[in-house]
């Protein structure tokens, strides 16, 4: 199997767990030994000015909201595009970091493009592929413009017409299809 670090998992429609319904996964990790992902569209009530108290020790008002990456508890993540701040980079344009100064600096510069994230989403050594060999789980390929979209409901939507998209693209043996077809 291909290892699966800078794509996102994208929950089938068929997948039965509540809690990953329609969710769209950054994978941050991937490997023999397990993998790691961060859910990019379910987004909570909690503000990054909610929790910078506890955070940055300071208040700050950023009503960005927080998203929920899992079901694992893990430290405060933010996904980014400042390189320089950056633990590890994802894809071009998409950084990863969990260094506590480092998120202090990127919270109180109020970075953007950014997505910050509670949580994670994590899977023991051959679990993932188990999952993805049930079809509970498709893949594609992450981009800046996907992580950092909205992140919404929508995102799952947009990514599963992509998907759909270029099924059928093979299919019928085009390099692409329009966004319309009734603008043919």
């Not at 990790?29 to 990054?48: C, D, F």
């Not at 108290?53 to 008002?61: A, K, S, Y």
Request: charged content about 20%.
């Amino acid at each position: 199997m291909k290892f699966l670090k800078g794509h996102l998992l994208v929950a089938a429609s068929s997948l039965e767990s509540l809690f990953f319904t329609r969710s769209v996964i950054l994978m941050c990790e991937h490997s023999a030994e397990g993998a790691m992902g961060l859910i990019l569209n379910r987004p909570t009530e909690a503000s990054v000015g909610d929790v910078a108290e506890t955070v940055l020790n300071e208040p700050l008002d950023w009503e960005k909201p927080i998203c929920l990456g899992g079901p694992v508890e893990g430290p405060l993540v933010v996904l980014h595009a400042e390189a320089e701040q950056a633990d590890q980079t994802i894809v071009d344009g998409v950084h990863y970091t969990i260094d506590a100064d480092k998120v202090r600096a990127l919270l109180s510069q109020q970075t953007e493009p950014s997505r910050i994230i509670a949580n994670y989403s994590g899977w023991g050594p051959g679990q993932l592929e188990g999952e993805m060999e049930e079809g509970s789980w498709l893949t594609w390929p992450a981009g800046a413009d996907l992580v950092f979209g909205d992140g919404g409901e929508d995102l799952w939507t947009q990514v599963m017409q992509q998907i759909q998209s270029s099924d059928l693209a093979r299919m019928i043996g085009v390099a692409h299809l329009p966004a319309d077809p009734s603008a043919n």
